[in-house]
């Protein structure tokens, strides 16, 4: 008899925990599991902010597939996915078309650009290691220029930043540590170079608690970084930002400008079909789409709800990984003939956002406040907490973080 084929999409978080949690608990006598992502590595995607600014190197944040997926129980093929055809059971890739049984989809996000003009030629966005290495270079680059022009060109050391949610404001974090090495290595003047941060909402970080966002903001405030609230960005230009406050417009001058205010799920899962909400699909209680018994979706392409708060969860790695648990359990339980899916519950056990280097806020626990240098512990922790489990000691020996006193 054929084995029951599995094919996973994606070696995000959502993806690789399914796939390794996978190869330890079904035999291969039992089940074919093949895994396909675009690159021949992992990559932490919630340190992409800090590739980006530079203050890490991307080789810290990627991690070979082959050092934690064994190539004797996974297939793996490197390859972009196109399309999935849920009817006939089929994955087409750009280099062949792959056939399933059961297909968990871990695809991850892309960057939602809420019809605003100019974004998408204009704009830089922290979604991979390709956009990361490309920010980290064009920024860097605009400061070795700035001394080499003719005329004084304040918008090559302008960065500006769309978005104080989590990303951004992560984001505007490590550029406020990552400016004065910049300045040093390139005689800039640190006091000509500025960071904004643009930000349609009345504050900074929504969601979180007003005493954590205070905190944020003036340590932010005090590295040099210019928060404008309220305001909306209208259009991105090859000059620009053009904003709105107050009914008043104002084209903000940057050669630097990073989208950090939105995501979405992939494209793909819409175009091939699937039910979406908020470019999401909103998964049943055991994380499979709606309609198709032998798909299912884990990571930023699901959307499930907060019954409290009647709203979605946010995306986030934490869920993503949790997600992949009842994953790979319903998996196992299909692949041996069972219907007694588990369902899946979130538990947030914190949020943590960085503030810069040593500097972080966050919550854990569901109402301890964190602030400064503990929360930037607690911060390195949980993401050494995720190497041990993906790859265990030997992958949180080589890539974890370890510089707590900094
Ligand atoms: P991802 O981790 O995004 O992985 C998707 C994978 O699919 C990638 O390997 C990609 O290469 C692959 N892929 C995509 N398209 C294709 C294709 N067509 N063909 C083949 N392969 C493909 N969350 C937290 O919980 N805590 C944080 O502190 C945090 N910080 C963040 C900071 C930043 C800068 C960003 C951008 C996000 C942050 N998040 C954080 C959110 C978190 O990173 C995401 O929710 C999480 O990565 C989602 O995991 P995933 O498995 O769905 O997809």
Not at 198 to 213: I, N, Q, R, T, Y
Not at 220 to 232: Q, R, Y
Not at 299 to 314: F, H, K, Q, S, V
Request: aromatic share 8%; with cysteine; charged share 25%.
């Amino acid at each position: 008899m054929r084995k029951p084929r599995v094919v996973i999409l994606g070696a995000g978080y959502g993806g690789m925990m399914t796939t390794t949690r996978l190869q330890k608990t079904l035999g291969t006598n039992e089940v074919d599991i093949t895994l396909v992502n675009k690159h021949d590595y992992h990559y932490q995607t919630t340190w992409l902010h800090e590739n980006s600014a530079g203050t890490i190197h991307h080789d810290q944040t990627r991690i070979p597939i082959k050092d934690v997926v064994d190539f004797n129980k996974v297939n793996f093929v490197q390859d972009t996915v196109v399309s999935i055809d849920p009817d006939n059971k089929k994955v087409q890739l750009e280099d062949g078309e792959l056939e399933y049984d059961y297909l968990v989809v871990g695809l991850g996000f892309e960057t939602a650009t809420f019809g605003i003009k100019g974004i998408e030629e204009h704009a830089f966005t922290i979604q991979n290691i390709n956009s990361a290495r490309l920010i980290r270079d064009h920024i860097e680059y605009n400061f070795a220029r700035y001394n080499n022009e003719p005329e004084d060109r304040p918008e090559l050391i302008t960065i500006a930043v769309g978005g104080a949610g989590f990303t951004g404001i992560e984001f505007v974090g490590e550029m406020a540590n990552r400016v004065p090495e910049l300045c040093k290595e390139y005689d800039v003047d640190p006091d000509k170079v500025r960071i904004i941060n643009v930000e349609a909402g009345p504050s900074a970080l929504a969601g979180f608690d007003s005493e954590l966002v205070d905190y944020a903001v003036k340590r932010l405030e005090a590295k040099g970084v210019e928060f404008m609230l309220s305001t909306m960005i209208k259009e991105v230009t090859p000059e620009g930002i053009l904003v709105e406050r107050d009914g008043e417009q104002e084209l903000i001058k940057t050669n630097n400008f990073v989208w950090a205010a939105g995501v979405r799920g992939s494209t793909i899962v819409e175009k091939s079909g699937f039910e979406v909400n908020r470019g999401r699909v909103p998964v049943r209680p055991d994380l499979r789409a709606p309609n198709y018994d032998d798909v299912i979706i884990v990571g930023d392409c699901a959307l499930i709800m907060n019954e409290e708060t009647e709203r979605p969860y946010p995306p986030t790695a934490q869920i993503a990984i949790q997600m992949s648990y009842v994953a790979s359990d319903n998996i196992k339980a299909l692949v041996r003939g069972s219907n007694e899916l588990k369902h899946f519950k979130p538990e947030i056990l914190g949020t943590v956002a960085s503030i810069g280097e040593g500097d972080a806020i966050g919550v854990i626990f569901g109402k301890r406040k964190l602030f400064g240098w503990t929360a930037s512990v607690m911060k390195k922790v949980i993401d050494n907490r995720y190497l041990l489990k993906l790859g265990g000691v030997g992958l949180l020996l080589k890539k974890g973080k370890f510089n707590i006193f900094k």
